[in-house]
């Protein structure tokens, strides 16, 4: 037969044994939640436009900054503008005028890829533009003005910015 000090260190090391499991399994568990809450929140940021824009924007804010751990963004209905539903990290949460900044920069960025990719459809092609340079330098002009004139035109209906300085 054990004697008690043989029991005693077999249920001391059962229990601590006990304890270790249930740690391991409450971290597992938040550990799950979190991936999941992460899952959800890409799945938002995958499928609305509006949701995305916002998390760039917070990440051109701050780009440590992670959607699911740091932050969360919520969206009560699909026709609803997303918001930031919570905020979880301790650095200072952005305030509503520096989101609408940052907003507002990305928006400029989007015009900026826009109006590049529709000049870049109506410009004279790399082709003409070198060739009417050449006839230029040759001491006949007329092509370069004209292409000239064909990139003035394009530049004038796919301006820049469209909005006021």
Known sequence: MMDNGAIN?????LVAACIWLYILWKNSRKM?????LVAQQ???I???????????AIRML??????????????DAPEQEPYIAAWTTSESRPGEQEI???????????????YATLRRAEYPSVEEQ???????R????????????????VKEKYPKTEMCV
Do not use: M, W
Not at 9 to 13: C, Q, Y
Not at 130 to 136: K, R, S
């Open 100 to 114: 609408k900044a940052a907003l507002q920069e990305i928006s400029d960025i989007h015009h900026e890829e826009k």
């Open 138 to 153: 040759q001491g006949n002009n007329a092509r370069q003005l004209e292409v000239d004139e064909k990139i003035r035109l």
């Open 62 to 75: 701050n780009p440590d900054f992670t959607v699911g751990v740091d932050y969360l963004i919520g969206q």
């Open 9 to 13: 260190i077999i249920i001391v090391v």
């Open 46 to 56: 995958r499928h609305d436009e509006r949701a995305r824009t916002l998390c760039r």
């Open 130 to 136: 070198l060739d009417a340079a050449y006839q230029a």
């Open 42 to 44: 890409h799945d938002l």
């Open 32 to 36: 799950n939640d979190t991936i999941n």
